[in-house]
T-cell receptor, first 114, second 114 residues
Framework: EPEVTQTPSHQVTQMGQEVILRCVPISNHLYFYWYRQILGQKVEFLVSFYNNEISEKSEIFDDQFSVERPDGSNFTLKIRSTKLEDSAMYFC????????????FGSGTQLSVL | GDSVTQMEGPVTLSEEAFLTINCTYTATGYPSLFWYVQYPGEGLQLLLKATKADDKGSNKGFEATYRKETTSFHLEKGSVQVSDSAVYFCALTGSNFGNEKLTFGTGTRLTIIP
């Protein structure tokens, strides 16, 4: 089965630093998402992306966050100035069709902000 | 807003035991309901889903029935195996067309001992 690939699997950074989390969605998918899970809490929706623009974002996704699809294959999440509370597992997902409810998830990037 | 509440873990069972992981939800309208599974080192994978009341989703011996009257979607398996050890997430999508955003529960870690 095709896979969503995320790199790195673990990222450690200092508070205030910028981080970029990378994702390679499934090649013919059109819809892209970021979710995150803070340890012990629920998996939370951050943002969805379609046709080179954000289609929906949550309250968590403030001005410190941005997403980009810089080329035909990568989908990135940037956190401009990380805070301690940004420490979480970040999951990328993609899907082929709006209304097709099967999302394919990557294995996640564990971000630790020190 | 929409929310999902699932049984807190961790859950430890012996092989061949009967499994139930409870999940209840709060949502307006008629959400679609899902169980996702995350095996160690892997991404979230769709295990089963149900899109309307009284539907039963099933896969790999797991079942869950969409109960609108009790707003529940409990996951069951008659005889668990060591290979079922994973984290299980209950989730829903909203009733609006094209609303593919998933709302997750906290996840339940299941460990099966031989």
């Amino acid at each position: 089965e095709p896979e969503v690939t995320q790199t790195p699997s673990h990222q450690v950074t200092q508070m205030g630093q910028e981080v970029i989390l990378r994702c390679v969605p499934i090649s013919n998918h059109l819809y892209f998402y970021w979710y995150r899970q803070i340890l012990g809490q629920k998996v939370e929706f951050l943002v969805s992306f379609y046709n080179n623009e954000i289609s929906e974002k949550s309250e968590i996704f403030d001005d410190q966050f941005s997403v980009e699809r810089p080329d035909g294959s990568n989908f990135t999440l940037k956190i401009r100035s990380t805070k301690l509370e940004d420490s979480a597992m970040y999951f990328c997902a993609s899907s082929g069709n709006l209304g097709n409810e099967k999302l394919f998830f990557g294995s996640g990037t564990q971000l630790s902000v020190l | 807003g929409d929310s999902v509440t699932q049984m807190e873990g961790p859950v430890t069972l012996s092989e061949e035991a009967f499994l139930t992981i409870n999940c209840t939800y709060t949502a307006t309208g008629y959400p679609s309901l899902f169980w996702y599974v995350q095996y160690p080192g892997e991404g979230l994978q769709l295990l089963l889903k149900a899109t309307k009341a009284d539907d039963k989703g099933s896969n790999k011996g797991f079942e869950a029935t969409y109960r609108k009257e009790t707003t529940s979607f409990h996951l069951e398996k008659g005889s668990v195996q060591v290979s079922d050890s994973a984290v299980y997430f209950c989730a829903l999508t909203g009733s609006n067309f094209g609303n593919e955003k998933l709302t997750f529960g906290t996840g339940t870690r299941l460990t099966i001992i031989p």
